[in-house]
């Protein structure tokens, strides 16, 4: 899966190594790095490798891999440090993943689909056009839904197809409590964090209304004095999207060893071109990432002067 992982990267991988074990494989899922606690909850969480805090025994499961199913990313660097090992290691490579652009040279197999809605999606249609529906239990129901519900944005983006429906209504036979996944994804932060958005939609958010965006800016004294923990930032880009008008929603966080960007967008304006063009990153058309080696003063300037830039596909 790609570093810090989501509930769609986590839940995808574990879904899917659930099936695997079922079919008596054995399987070993890693994560390029931590994960937000809040992940913990799902079956075999637990189990998962963190790949920067085990790498000589990571890169022996990778040697001896005879399959290495890549979920939920399009290019290698994605997995930081284990781009090398996986390009190096003799398994064959297989991709499951819905991003643009993927990087198709160093997969032997797989899929690549900006279509669908998650990878979690495309695990379950992957089970299904093997005739494998029957092992779907809960376990891997709960791993599936927590991915493609979170994708989807709680199934209110355009992705939250006709068949997104359909998936959900095969796992929910298998009887899963549905309200859980949520209440385990969204009701389990700590106070810090709360307070955290607060100060940032209060303090630390620009709106532009001439080109309809809105920035939100977090240097590191932020996270330091909030005790933010991975995954606690998750789902702060889309706050300004709710403000009458703004369709292009930026976050942009000093990390410290570098500048993170996320991007939402609302319409036509694709910011998986906005992220190649300016901030060394992509994604999909209405969500993005990317990234900046500058200070965050120099760059929330540059993304200032991208606005004037994009100003009619803004308007």
């Known amino acids: 899966m790609h570093q810090k992982p989501d509930a769609d990267a986590m839940g995808s991988s574990l879904g899917l190594c659930h099936i695997l074990n079922a079919l008596g494989h054995e399987v070993t899922v890693i994560s ?13 969480a ?8 085990n790498m ?20 290698l660097h994605r997995t930081r440090k284990m781009a090398e090992p996986i390009v190096k290691a003799p398994g064959k490579r297989i991709l499951i993943d819905h991003h643009q652009q993927p990087q198709k040279e160093v997969f032997a197999y797989g899929i690549s689909d900006i279509s669908k809605s998650s990878a979690s999606e495309m695990v379950f249609d992957f089970i299904e056009s093997a005739s494998l529906g029957h092992k779907i239990n809960q376990h891997v129901a709960q791993c599936l839904y927590a991915g493609v519900m979170t994708d989807t944005g709680s199934f209110r983006y355009s992705s ?18 549905h ?5 385990s994804l969204f009701d389990n932060f700590l106070e810090n964090r709360l307070r955290f958005i607060g100060h940032a939609l209060l303090n630390r958010m620009e709106v532009f209304y001439e080109y309809n965006t809105a920035l939100i800016s977090i240097p590191w004294k932020d996270l330091v004095k909030y005790q933010i923990r991975t995954g606690d930032t998750e789902g702060l880009v889309n706050y300004p999207l709710s403000i009458q008008g703004i369709k292009f929603a930026a976050l942009i966080i ?35 990432g990317g990234r900046s080696h500058e200070t965050l003063e120099q760059t929330t300037q540059r993304f200032r002067a991208s606005l004037i830039e994009n100003a009619l596909q803004l308007q």
């Open 32 to 44: 390029p790095t931590n994960w937000a606690e809040w992940l913990n909850w799902m079956p075999g």
């Open 46 to 53: 637990d189990s998962v490798i963190d790949y920067e805090l």
């Open 56 to 75: 000589d025994m990571s890169n022996k499961i990778l040697d001896k891999a005879d399959w290495i199913f890549c979920l939920d990313f399009n290019v």
């Open 160 to 177: 939250a197809s006709s068949s997104v429906h359909r998936m959900v209504a095969v796992l929910k036979d298998t009887g899963f409590d």
């Open 179 to 183: 309200t859980k996944v949520y209440e």
């Open 254 to 288: 000093d990390r410290d060893e570098e500048i993170k960007c996320s991007f939402r967008s609302k319409g036509d304006f694709d910011v998986n071109l906005f992220a190649r063009n300016y901030f060394e990153g992509g994604g999909h058309r209405n969500a993005a």
